[in-house]
T-cell receptor, first 110, second 114 residues
């Protein structure tokens, strides 16, 4: 069973700061997902990646398959980025169910 | 696009009561999942389905049942609710068409058992 670890658990930043959230996993995967959850809200998929790097607006996700590690970066952070960011992996098994990290609570102060 | 729709959004149950959490998706996804989210913990898989008529247990299935009579619907049944089932429940779906595929989540159901 894959173990997914995220760090930090909580992160407070000032508006405009560059933010990095880290995720490591223990067993080989077919894909890694970064998800966003706003307070009281649903879960939204930000990225799904199996190699390299993806960018969407101010968000960048990278993955190093050999090191079993991924990072989510937010450039020029904004208070609206405040949310829980969740890393999840799938091992590509028949059901493709996800194994989740415990999440990183990000607060961006104005 | 509706995506994944869960109902209800909130519910308070008394110990021993039963209820069904509804989940429907309109993306013709074969794979559907029920997860629960407890404070400070990662989401955990309760049950999943790879297609109509096929369901299987996940990591924490005790106290729950599911059915999948159609591709669209995947209801989660709680029998004899217990305080330990107080949680936020998320339904999700994904396509079976590619090897690795994006997951789509519902808005969640916040359940309190008192």
């Amino acid at each position: 069973k894959n173990e997914v670890e995220q760090s930090p658990q909580n992160l407070t930043a000032q508006e405009g700061e560059f933010i990095t959230i880290n995720c490591s996993y223990s067993v080989g995967i077919s894909a890694l997902h970064w998800l966003q959850q706003h307070p009281g809200g649903g879960i939204v998929s930000l990225f799904m990646l199996s190699s390299g790097k993806k960018k969407h607006g101010r968000l960048i996700a990278t993955i190093n398959i050999q090191e079993k590690h991924s990072s989510l970066h937010i450039t020029a952070s904004h208070p609206r980025d405040s949310a829980v960011y969740i890393c999840a992996v799938t091992d590509g098994g028949s059901a493709r169910q996800l194994t989740f990290g415990s999440g990183t609570q990000l607060t961006v102060l104005p | 696009n509706a995506g994944v729709t869960q109902t209800p959004k909130f519910r308070i149950l008394k110990i021993g009561q039963s209820m069904t959490l509804q989940c429907a998706q309109d993306m013709n996804h074969n794979y559907m999942y029920w997860y629960r989210q407890d404070p400070g913990m990662g989401l955990k898989l309760i049950y999943y389905s790879v297609g109509a008529g096929i369901t299987d247990k996940g990591e924490v299935p005790n106290g729950y049942n599911v059915s999948r009579s159609t591709t669209e619907d995947f209801p989660l049944r709680l029998e004899l609710a217990a305080p330990s089932q107080t949680s936020v429940y998320f339904c999700a779906s994904s396509s079976s068409e590619k090897r690795s595929t994006e997951a789509f989540f519902g808005q969640g159901t916040r359940l309190t058992v008192v």
